[in-house]
């Protein structure tokens, strides 16, 4: 019998995987790394204010790229200049290709946060609707 997957853990795994946090069909990017605005299946507003995924962000990458540059401020002894520049690239090749993923993070986090510790009043993040069509009388 297969255990069933908590709801934290699928909205986690829809952000690391670029995709909307509530649905899971919406694409949190367009291309690899400009953010689209709101969900198009099922128009959930992405940032409820500008910069609220910001703190999430740091925190849950920035660490990593400290962690990988901790060893030059620590001295360690890397003898030569190639070995330093290939340990960079060994390094922080996968942080930048990971990039997308970390900050659809980010976003799942943020999501979470919204539904579960948001404003009272607001029964679910907010959705971003479209503006009624122009009335066209002949």
Known sequence: MATPISPVRRILWRGLSKRCPRCGRGR???GWFRSREVCESCGLLYEASPGSVWAYWIVGDRIFVVAALLPFYLTLPVPDPARRAAY????LLPLLLTMPNR???ARAIDFLWR??????NEAEPPVLTAPPEPRRDR
């Open 103 to 105: 900050l659809g993070l």
């Open 115 to 120: 539904v579960h510790w948001g404003d009272p």
């Open 88 to 91: 960079c690239l060994v390094l």
């Open 28 to 30: 949190l990017f367009d």
